[in-house]
């Protein structure tokens, strides 16, 4: 069973920066795309950023482009999400997400077989 396990998150001033981090552990499979998804209170989960193992595509939501990046370590099989500029509406439970077989589309939640527990992320203003 592959276990994604997050770290990074917490509290944090509207303007300010935080890296997100998650790290397979236990049994490993092919990883195909790795993402990061997130879920406010009352909303639906929605897409934020991704990247092809490969690292030959990223794609980002467009609330968060030119504010977050989203990078791959290859050998530490471990992706990161580093956000900059936080504003109070980036407020949510960040997930990540990882496809064990080719995605067509990197912002659909259904490509992803294997997800993070959450971490929370709170921008006050």
């Known amino acids: 069973q592959v276990r994604l396990v997050e770290s990074g998150g917490g509290l944090v001033q509207a303007g300010g920066s935080l890296r997100l981090s998650c790290a397979p552990s236990?049994?490993?499979?092919?990883?195909?795309?790795m993402g990061w998804f997130r879920q406010a209170p009352g909303k639906e989960r929605e897409f934020v950023a991704a990247?092809?193992?490969?690292?030959?595509?990223?794609d980002y939501a467009d609330s968060v482009r030119g504010r977050f990046t989203i990078s791959r370590d290859n050998a530490k099989k471990t992706w990161y999400l580093q956000m900059n500029s936080l504003k109070p509406e980036d407020t949510a439970v960040y997930y990540c997400?990882?496809?064990?077989?080719?995605?067509?589309?990197?912002?659909?939640?259904?490509?992803?077989?294997?997800w993070g527990q959450g971490t929370q992320v709170t921008v006050s203003s």
């Open positions: 990247v092809r193992w490969s690292g030959s595509r990223t």
């Open positions: 236990g049994r490993t499979f092919s990883n195909y795309a």
């Open positions: 997400a990882q496809a064990s077989q080719y995605v067509l589309d990197l912002k659909l939640r259904s490509e992803y077989d294997y």
